[in-house]
């Protein structure tokens, strides 16, 4: 597998890997890497299937546990051993478990408008706004949904994914054609609604009463590593219900909470973001620091 990877920073500052979701790639950090890149090294990888990576055409090629394994298969290739890890959408859904999975190799978990995976199968099932939010996963999942965008048209499916997040004048004209040059690529779309297709949650159709899981009804892991959690409070896709009883599942959690912001805040408010991220992400290092 080969990752398209950004970097910034000073390679002997502190490592961070930033996760970025659908339907974006590295340029999810546009804003937020100047902002931080003077203290961290930053590390900032288009996921597999995404913008310039490879493309893999099989949907059992993005089961969570291989997107997971691709980001310690990058920190090893770059010489990573310990690292702080940022996740927005779907790279938020690879933060939570890398966490869960390898602690060890995390030093910090910031998430930024990504559900836990208990909360977010839980909230699909029980709560009705947020089951009526994500039936877009539905939609995603169905096959030829690519073909079907294709024929739309890339320009409209940019207006239609984007209009109801935000006001589309914050997204400028060079950035909304990079996005549709890197959607456009062969395979392109279709790579990235693969990882739609290769999750395992379950979204049910509205009106429909529905049990919760087996693994829900049994007890799940505690996150371990420190763990931040942004979440732009405007966000139509994941609803405030996302932060309801974390604090049951990870031991050390702080949450920052932004008002005036929706579900692309890593763009659509940096200077909050980066003011909730940099001390949380110093502070690990600082504590290394004294020790040493």
């Known amino acids: 597998?080969?990752?398209?990877?950004?970097?910034?920073?000073?390679?002997?500052?502190?490592?961070?890997i930033l996760l970025h979701g659908f339907p974006e790639s590295h340029r999810t950090w546009r804003e937020l890497a100047p902002r931080l890149q003077d203290?961290?090294?930053?590390?900032?990888?288009?996921?597999?299937?995404?913008?310039?990576?490879d493309r893999p055409t099989d949907v059992a090629e993005y089961e969570t546990g291989k997107l997971?394994?691709?980001?310690?298969?990058?920190?090893?290739?770059?010489?990573?051993?310990?690292?702080?890890?940022?996740?927005?959408?779907w790279g938020g859904?690879?933060?939570?478990?890398?966490?869960?999975?390898?602690?060890?190799?995390?030093?910090?978990?910031?998430?930024?408008?990504?559900?836990?995976?208990?909360?977010?199968?839980?909230?699909?099932?029980?709560?009705?706004?947020?089951?009526?939010?994500s039936q877009y996963i539905t939609a995603f999942r169905t096959p030829g949904f690519e073909h079907a965008v294709q024929a739309m048209?890339?320009?409209?499916?940019?207006?239609?994914?984007?209009t109801r997040h935000v006001d589309l004048n914050a997204i400028p004209e060079s950035e909304k054609?990079?996005?549709?040059?890197?959607?456009?690529?062969?395979?392109g779309f279709a790579a990235m609604l693969n990882w739609y297709r290769g999750s395992k949650v379950v979204v049910p159709p509205p009106g429909v009463t529905?049990?919760?899981?087996?693994?829900?009804?049994?007890?799940?892991?505690?996150?371990?590593?420190?763990?931040?959690?942004?979440?732009?409070m405007?966000?139509?896709?994941?609803?405030?219900?996302?932060?309801?009883?974390?604090?049951?599942?990870?031991?050390?959690?702080?949450?920052?909470?932004?008002?005036?912001?929706?579900?692309?805040a890593p763009w659509e408010a940096p200077d909050g973001v980066a003011r909730a991220l940099e001390p949380f992400l110093a502070a690990d290092a600082k504590a290394s620091a004294a020790a040493s």
């Open 39 to 53: 203290g961290f090294r930053l590390i900032m990888p288009d996921q597999r299937g995404f913008a310039g990576s």
């Open 153 to 162: 048209g890339y320009d409209q499916f940019f207006e239609k994914t984007f």
């Open 93 to 133: 859904a690879i933060a939570w478990g890398a966490a869960l999975g390898r602690p060890d190799r995390l030093t910090r978990l910031a998430i930024i408008n990504s559900p836990h995976p208990v909360v977010f199968q839980k909230s699909l099932i029980e709560d009705e706004d947020q089951r009526a939010a």
């Open 234 to 264: 405007n966000d139509t896709a994941l609803l405030p219900v996302q932060l309801d009883g974390l604090d049951k599942l990870v031991d050390e959690l702080t949450i920052v909470r932004l008002p005036d912001a929706g579900h692309f």
């Open 177 to 187: 054609q990079q996005y549709i040059a890197e959607w456009s690529q062969p395979g």
């Open 1 to 16: 597998m080969t990752l398209n990877v950004a970097l910034a920073g000073d390679p002997a500052n502190p490592p961070v």
């Open 210 to 232: 529905v049990p919760l899981p087996d693994w829900l009804l049994r007890p799940f892991p505690k996150v371990k590593v420190p763990t931040l959690v942004i979440w732009g």
């Open 68 to 89: 997971i394994d691709d980001i310690f298969a990058l920190a090893d290739a770059l010489g990573v051993e310990k690292f702080a890890l940022v996740g927005h959408d």
